[in-house]
């Protein structure tokens, strides 16, 4: 979950979204399988931190994407 959120805050490059988001190409720039990271993005959904439509990423709570990536302190 950390690797991920930091990787969706360096792909949003201080923005709330990333366009062309491709769980596959995603995964193996983390070294994950696309499964672990479509879960981890399920489940970051569900705690209401991003939602995703199609290959857009969409980041609703920044600060606590943040935290939980290890960047910045509660």
């Not at 969706?8 to 988001?21: A, D, V």
């Not at 491709?22 to 993005?41: D, F, K, N």
């Amino acid at each position: 979950t950390v690797r991920v959120a930091r990787y969706l805050l360096q792909r949003s490059q201080g923005k709330n979204y990333i366009e062309n988001f491709q769980t596959t190409l995603s995964a193996r720039e983390l070294g994950l399988t696309p499964e672990a990271v479509s879960r981890t993005l399920r489940h970051l959904k569900e705690a209401g931190l991003i939602e995703k439509k199609g290959r857009v990423v969409k980041i609703l709570n920044p600060k606590q994407l943040k935290v939980l990536a290890g960047l910045e302190s509660v």
